[in-house]
């Protein structure tokens, strides 16, 4: 699971009533790679431009020091967003860092998530969903 | 294959490890697998010059996903069968550890000198073990896009005493709706077992709120025949008027006499596929067609990787 796809996830059971973000890491086993993967410079620059309004910083800052990176800024700012190196290794953050063991943690519930061999695993039971009605 | 692995039960239990093996590694599954989802990709309009990230909804072994990338995208892949996942995984473990791999189809573009020095390395894919008819759990507005091939079918269909379909169809696109981003497209390939099922699926996703409806390629080759639900927000546009005046799927039967049931923006892409006749399906790229394709690309000024012995070579499946 790399820590973009973390960013992204959220506990969706009934009783987190949509407030189950962040999933706190428990890492066992981390894997960092170390071939980008297939992009062009320009287009992992250009791809990170276009994620950066949509990631929940404060929730990567903590997601990468729980995963072993404590170089990120804890605030996000306008000048970093317009900095092509820094922009370049923020793809390396969000892309190349995964967790491949370990546990995810709904802070609302405390509902678990294990992660086994870079999976996360996100079933639920049928009782656990969101109810919907016809 | 059964016609019809749905009715044998749970998804996962009928994408075991010995069919998720065969299923990732049959010529004909590829290329059949390719053309569905270039087709989808062509549906969701996606800006070529802007890499997404992009949601799959039943991903398998990867073989949607594959397409994604060969475009430049980032993707993310939701299966309920752990083994076909496990397949999808070993896959991306292996290519990330690969010499430089010849990539014929990739778009580039642009012809920067650094893009020829990048190594093509790791996959843009990640993996998700979960049941889309328990709702999708992501924040909202994180996906610019999200395709789903041949795997939406199965909603209708119930495994358990609990599972309700329609529940579990309503649960699947209103959370769709919530996660994708405003103006984003899905596009969602599937296999109707009956009019009714195409029904209710279109009726479904415009119940959450989407605008959109189906397009069917082939209508008239019960084997060829596709089913694309292509769904937007754009609910303000006069084509959604349009749409409002007729209803959403129209039967099967319908369907056969119209060629293709499009609505709004849908329209031209489908009128396009209209044209061509069904073609013979190839199944994997042959290296021929390989080195055709990229002497057109180059004719066409693009920056086209030299062919080498490399070429077509036949990525590894084993583990
Ligand atoms: C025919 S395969 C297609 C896989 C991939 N999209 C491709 O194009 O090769 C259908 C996939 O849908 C998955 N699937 C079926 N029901 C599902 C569900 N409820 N949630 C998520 N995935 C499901 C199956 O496990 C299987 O991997």
Known sequence: MRLLTHNTLRNN?????????PLKIT??????????PTMEVDRQVAFCKNMLSRLDWPALVQASRDMGIPTLPPVLTDEMAHDTAFLQALYKILMQVHLEQGMLTCPVTGREFPVTNGIPNMLLEEEECEHVKL | MTSRP??????SLFYNQKEARKYHSSSRMIGVQ???????MELLRLDPNTPALILDVGCGSGLSGQILEENGHVWLGCDVSRDMLTVANNTAKQQSQQPPKEESMQQDDSDD??????????????LMHHDMGTGLPFRPATFDACISISALQWLCYSNSKNQNPKKRLLRFFSSLYTVLKRGGRAVLQFYPETADQAVLISETATKVGFAGG?????P???KAKKHYLVLSFDRSSTQQQQQQQRPLTTGMHEQQQQQHVTVGSTMEGANNKKKKAPKKKKGVKTKE????????QRKKGKDVRPDTKYTARRRPHKF
């Open chain 2, 113 to 126: 000198e650094e893009e020829e020095e990048e190594e093509e390395g790791a996959s843009t894919g990640d």
């Open chain 2, 220 to 222: 008239n080759s019960a």
């Open chain 1, 13 to 21: 059971t009934a009783d987190a009533k949509g407030k189950g973000f």
């Open chain 2, 289 to 296: 067609w390989i080195v055709h394709k990229k002497a057109m």
């Open chain 2, 6 to 11: 749905e009715l044998t039960g749970h998804a």
């Open chain 2, 214 to 218: 189906v397009v069917v390629d082939y």
């Open chain 1, 27 to 36: 890492a066992t086993e981390i894997r960092v790679e170390e071939t980008a």
């Open chain 2, 34 to 40: 390719r053309e569905i989802t270039e087709r989808a």
